[in-house]
């Protein structure tokens, strides 16, 4: 992956794509809902954990 493409996600210039979500993910080996930047993305889809209320 591009340092730019990283330098985007973190500085909210795009979202990232569900790959880019899942790549960096496991290389920081963290859950992607824990990464706010990811959170968002994944929740508004409905593809991440329920959120309690």
Not at 15 to 30: C, G, V, Y
Not at 41 to 51: L, R
């Amino acid at each position: 992956m591009a340092p730019a493409t990283v330098y985007h996600i973190e500085h909210a210039k795009t979202s990232p794509s569900f790959r880019a979500i899942r790549d960096l993910s496991a290389a920081l080996d963290m859950d992607p809902l824990d990464i706010e930047e990811f959170a968002g993305v994944i929740e508004g889809t409905g593809a991440g954990k329920a959120v309690a209320a």
